[in-house]
């Protein structure tokens, strides 16, 4: 079965560090993609990982084990506008559904003063 | 500018009516999607186009229809068959299929 597991719900500190897990399980693997929504409006593409390691970004870093079947996405120096959901999805690459991505439920991330 | 646009922002359904999203995208992409949102829960692919006059059922095409006459539209119809269409719907288009997927604004469908 396909399941990618992320937790509900997290709350930082303004100017903090804060991790988001996700984990999954997928019958194939060909990338893992970290967005960000906030309330009401579209998902904006935040990063990319189809190897090992760390990948960074300004303020947002992704690391992805394939091994462990695992993700996070780190944001660094937190500020109010990083309120929103952050979605994990996996991009599939099984038979006919190849190269469809799969989402987890979404983190919604409250950063408070 | 280049981008993908949804409309109408808000769409209201009546029992038995057929509703069509519009979906555009002037960025060039040949892979355009349709995603649904519901509190709670993930993302999920109504349909899927790699390419022109080419379409594909994702995990929950039951009640719904697209079509793709034109490579910067892809329309999403709403049909009556659809029993549950409240929701956030989200239209999202990628180069190819292999590529990262940019997002629309997303039309919110309410049934009245």
């Known amino acids: 079965g396909q399941n990618i597991d992320q937790p509900t719900e997290m709350t930082a500190t303004e100017g903090a560090i804060v991790q988001i897990n996700c984990t999954y399980q997928t019958s194939g693997f060909n990338g893992l993609f970290w967005y960000q929504q906030h309330a009401g409006e579209a998902p904006t593409f935040l990063s990319y990982?189809?190897?090992?390691g760390l990948e960074e970004k300004g303020r947002f870093s992704s690391f992805l084990s394939r091994s462990k079947g695992y993700s996070y996405l780190l944001l660094k120096e937190l500020q109010m506008k990083d309120s929103a959901s952050y979605l994990c999805a996996v991009r599939d690459q099984d038979g006919g559904s190849q190269g469809n991505l799969i989402f987890g439920k979404g983190t919604k991330l409250s950063v408070k003063p | 500018d280049g981008g993908i646009t949804q409309s109408p922002k808000y769409l209201f359904r009546k029992e038995g009516q057929n509703v069509t999203l519009s979906c555009e995208q002037n960025l060039n992409h040949d892979a355009m999607y349709w995603y649904r949102q519901d509190p709670g829960q993930g993302l999920r692919l109504i349909y899927y186009?790699?390419?022109?006059?080419?379409?594909q059922k994702g995990d929950i095409a039951e009640g719904y229809s697209v079509s793709r006459e034109k490579k910067e539209s892809f329309p999403l119809t709403v049909t009556s068959a659809q029993k549950n269409p409240t929701a956030f719907y989200l239209c999202?288009?990628?180069?190819?299929?292999?590529?990262?997927?940019?997002f629309g604004p997303g039309t919110r469908l309410l049934v009245l």
């Open positions: 990982n189809v190897l090992d």
């Open positions: 186009s790699q390419i022109v006059n080419d379409f």
């Open positions: 999202a288009s990628s180069p190819t299929r292999q590529e990262t997927q940019y």
